[in-house]
């Protein structure tokens, strides 16, 4: 699996980078045909509160998968969008299965 991450206007630091990682690798034992897994972190709206987000594009052989949630932290929007693509992979499995 190939990861990485994109820091917007910022620079994300090691820990958050190692973070992503760590969460990121999860989704390997749910589909062990992960290609690349690209992760861009940007804050919106600098004045609000829940301002940053994180987008998660997952690409395994011939399909993608999306998720982008925006919370208080980096850390937050990460675990969203990570459960929100394991519950995708984990469909599409059933579906894979079931054909």
Do not use: H, W
């Not at 820990?15 to 034992?29: A, D, T």
């Not at 208080?72 to 469909?91: G, H, M, P, Y």
């Amino acid at each position: 699996m190939k990861l990485r991450i994109q820091s917007i206007n910022f620079v994300a630091s090691s820990q958050l980078e190692s973070y992503i990682n760590k969460k990121v690798s999860k989704l390997e034992k749910f589909f062990d045909q992960l290609q690349t897994v690209d992760v861009y972190l940007k804050v919106v709206k600098p004045e609000t509160a829940e301002n940053k987000e994180a987008e998660i594009k997952i690409s395994i052989p011939n399909i993608d998968f999306f998720a982008s949630k925006t919370c208080n932290t980096f850390e937050e929007a990460v675990d969203l969008s990570v459960d929100a693509l394991e519950k995708q992979i984990r469909k599409y499995k059933e579906k894979a299965t079931k054909g």
